[in-house]
């Protein structure tokens, strides 16, 4: 049995060039960055890759889309696990982080979000 390929996404040359962007400028901060448009995981290389690596916050998806003719940078946060086995798995909620312009800013913000510090204060 033959797995169907991913959908290809064509985006606008200055779209992709924005994905291009971002993958650059959060490889420079040292993450690991997976390019599949019109989205971007990223990865605290620090961490394994694993499904527990994503629940706990340590690698973020982050979509671009269009959004009343401006493309925009958006969180995708997995919908919560059903109580009950069985039950459906709610889709992701999308949440605009800024413009796709603001290369920098949304680079910080992501990595604020995935980076890993060192423990401060003295141990108890």
């Known amino acids: 049995m ?10 606008p040359p200055a779209a992709q060039e924005h994905l291009e962007r971002l993958a650059a400028a959060l ?23 694993t499904h527990a690596t994503v629940s ?15 493309w925009v940078w958006c969180w995708v ?7 009950r086995r069985g039950d459906p798995v709610p889709p992701p909620e999308i949440e605009p982080i800024g413009p796709a312009e603001d290369i920098a800013e949304t680079a910080r913000l992501i990595a604020k979000v995935i980076r890993i510090d060192e423990p401060t204060g003295t141990p108890r």
């Open 2 to 11: 033959n797995a169907s390929p991913e959908p290809e996404h064509h985006l």
């Open 27 to 49: 490889r420079a901060r040292g993450f690991t960055v997976t390019v599949t448009p019109p989205a971007l995981a990223v990865r605290n290389p620090d961490t394994d890759a």
């Open 56 to 70: 706990n916050g340590l690698a973020q998806a982050v979509l671009l889309r269009e959004d009343a003719g401006r």
């Open 77 to 83: 946060w997995p919908g919560l696990r059903p109580a």
